[in-house]
């Protein structure tokens, strides 16, 4: 590997752990050699993307182009080149630019740029300068088509200049956001994570849970939120309306590269066995901090 190139892959480095974001972590590797081939390559006369293939580990094996990916997984790409352009000294050089976007536009990870200049020998005809990165997606990332796209540039062609986006298929939660603080996707169940039970109705004695998602809070310009909750259960008999549980206020703050647009909670309440029959209200309040709201939420269940 040249010094030239060695440090890019340097500041590649000083990039990445300058930024202190663990949700944004790239690699790029350049895998060059010592001897590599001369001129235009395989007939093409101008620079071009031969191939962009998903990868199942850093240095591993290529894995359909269909697959499919879930948030917080990170994904393995490798790109290779060819038809660039060599000096009379049998130089390449090719600038490179690599950038991440969400189904929405918005960047997911951080953009890459960088260089290969490689001195390239006519005995290795069939070398290709190729490119791998690995970025990871958004631990709580929507559902839908995420995009890679590398953009390569000829310095020694005119600056001929050419793109390719690769699309990647996230599956995960889907979660309708909203403009104004709400809760949503609220149900009941018997065990953590289970089947959401119709009619919720326990008996004395078993454990309530329940699921739901926070959205429509504020996000600051650097995506910065901060949300609070509290939750208590009363009786609904008239004789006997009292505050049978109470849980003090619990939050969430956070600032992640990519915007978190809802946030995922869950309660559990083991019910007395000797709780009397009847229906129980369960208030939920949300707090969103950064823009002074509130929500409150009522849900009931029955003790049989």
């Known amino acids: 590997m040249s010094l030239h190139l060695q440090s890019v892959v340097d500041r590649a480095f000083q990039l990445l752990w300058s930024t202190g974001r663990t949700c944004t972590t790239i690699i790029v590797v350049l895998i060059t050699s010592a001897n590599v081939m001369h001129s235009r390559t395989n007939g093409i006369t ?88 690995s ?17 390569v540039m000829d310095r020694l062609a005119g600056n001929d200049e050419t793109s390719l986006t690769v699309p990647i298929l996230v599956h995960g939660d889907n979660v309708e956001t909203s403009t104004t603080l709400l809760i949503r996707n609220l149900v009941f169940s018997r065990e953590r994570g289970g089947e959401a039970l119709s009619t919720p109705a326990y008996s004395a004695g078993e454990t309530v849970w329940a699921r739901f998602h926070i959205t429509g809070y504020s996000l600051a310009e650097d995506n910065s939120f901060d949300v609070a909750s509290s939750l208590e259960v009363t009786t609904e008999r008239e004789k006997d309306n009292k505050v049978l549980f109470r849980f003090t206020a619990s939050g969430e703050r956070g600032r992640p590269f990519y915007p978190r647009r809802w946030l995922p909670a869950e309660f559990r309440l083991d019910l007395d066995k000797n709780l009397s029959p009847g229906v129980y209200t369960v208030l939920i309040s949300v707090q969103d901090r950064l823009g002074g709201k509130t929500f409150e939420s009522r849900r009931h269940f029955r003790v049989k």
């Open 46 to 133: 101008t620079l071009s993307i031969v191939s962009a293939s998903f990868l199942d580990s850093e240095d591993g094996y290529p894995i359909p182009t269909g697959s499919v990916f879930y948030p917080g997984e990170k994904i393995h790409l490798e790109f290779k080149l060819t038809g660039f352009t060599t000096d009379k000294k049998y130089r390449m050089s090719v600038n490179y630019r690599i950038d991440f976007l969400g189904p929405s536009g918005v960047r997911f990870s951080l953009p890459r740029a960088g260089e290969i200049n490689e001195e390239i020998f006519p005995q290795d005809e069939d070398w290709l300068p190729t490119l791998r990165v």
């Open 135 to 151: 970025p990871r997606l958004p631990q709580f990332a929507e559902p839908g088509t995420y995009e890679v796209t590398l953009t």
